[in-house]
């Protein structure tokens, strides 16, 4: 088998390269391409491993034939077209929690260097100014740090204010009284927030509803002397409404980590007053680094290896331990979609996937994306377990999953039934030896067959020689049949055939079965 490729396309520690060699994976670090330079070369490769300096665009998405996965050592993924990446069926994952910690202690340092105004003391004192008058400085002991945000990052930030003796309160909509209550911070709203803090300090992803959070009638409008903290994202704060507010003292002092224009090399706050800066530090630690290097080689290399999924942002969590023991369940699943999808006539409205026995005890995610790529295929053949949960619900279709303890005939089992315009249809299989998936039911009739290759589906009427008839017609025109399964409602009732066939049947060959005598319904199929 020939090994996966990937990518680094970012400055990233060595022991990502390192990792993913050792994991089976042939590694290439190439950085500070041009997104032209990386266009041409991305199709190349299946994986790619980047922090905040490569953008994944549509281009470049285009470009990628072969990408299965990327991989952002970091948190924020605002660099990577997520649901164009989706839809191209590219796992996107993070670390999220690597860096935490550093970025944490990074706002909790600018918070000290606004209060005690370090960066221009320095600069002052190393100018052989002596400028002690000059630097007055605030406590931060019984002051109130105000997080907006409070998950990873955010809680971790307030455990470090609240070790300094600071009130911690906290803006986050997602925020449980019990989470707060646990992480010690006290759940206000944004404006009671605003009109409480001595410092403000931002831990929000930046989406449509957190954009400009900081907006100018905010920063306006927010107690006189606060002082404002951001090493999550540029654009959560209106810049120039804060360069005012600066500048009229309404904000007392801002620490940003984080511009909405990076790099920023010329930016409206850059010398306004009580102002200070780092160029997205926030996760620059040897041992944030390190972390999010291992974690995201370990992760990519999972998932091009053995199929294990963690972290990911569109696509379920599978581990690499659940990977092998899931993986005939994929397989029959998918079979059981594609079989589905295929056979069903009619607008599909509901599917619904039931899990029995020994099923129903795993991960049913990675079993659902299963049975909808099979499914989903009936109308792409670009679509893999990433972008059928997508492309199904851009169709409309209402997905159920269903758990079912009874115990059966069959001591694991997989039912998938759709709904359709024209009525319900239902198919299930189980594993044979807990390793060969088989289908056991076709529309009510039960059956043994494997999907596999080519397949001809044939209903018809039970009565004697029509066996006969179709292996000779099949004969007369040179096809093969590999296995033969019979499944039948009543003796003397209708029948199902499903064949499978050393090659693809030509539809003439379909057209000449579909006259034979007693034959109900025929159809070529493939897995
Ligand atoms: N400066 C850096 O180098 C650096 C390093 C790491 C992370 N970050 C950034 O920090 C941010 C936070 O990271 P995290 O790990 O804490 O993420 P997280 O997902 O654990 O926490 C984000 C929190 O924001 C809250 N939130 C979402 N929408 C909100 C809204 N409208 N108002 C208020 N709160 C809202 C969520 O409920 C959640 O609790 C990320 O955007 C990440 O990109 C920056
Ligand atoms: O990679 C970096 O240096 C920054 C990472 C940070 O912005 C993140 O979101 O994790």
Redesign the pocket.
Known sequence: MTKPKVLISDKMDPNAARIFEERGCEVDVITGETPEELKARIGEYHGLAI??STTVTREILDAATNLKVIGR????VDNVDIPYASGKGVVVMNTPFG?SITTAEHAIALMMALARQIPAANTGTQAGQWPKKDFMGVEVTGKTFGLIGAGNIGSIAASRAIGLRMKVIAYDPFLTEDRAIEIGVEKVDLDTLLQRADFVSLHTPLTDETRNILSRERLEGARPGIRIINCARGGLIDEAALKDCLESGHVAGAALDVFAQEPAKDNPLFGAPNFICTP?L???TTEAQVNVALQVAEQLSDYLVNGGVTNALNMPSLSAEEAPKLKPYMALAEGLGSLVGQLAHGNLTKISIEREGAASELNGKPITGAVLAGLMRRYSDTVNMVNAPFLAKERGLEVSEIRQNRDGAFNTLIRVSVETDQGTRSVAGTLFGNEAPRLVEIFGIGIEAELKGHMLYIVNDDKPGFIGRIGTMLGNHGINIGTFNLGRRDAGGEAVLLLSLDEALDPAIVAEAEALEGVKMVKGLAF
């Not at 050592?73 to 924020?76: D, V």
């Open positions: 922090r905040s050592a970091g948190i924020g860096n997205h926030g996760a620059s």
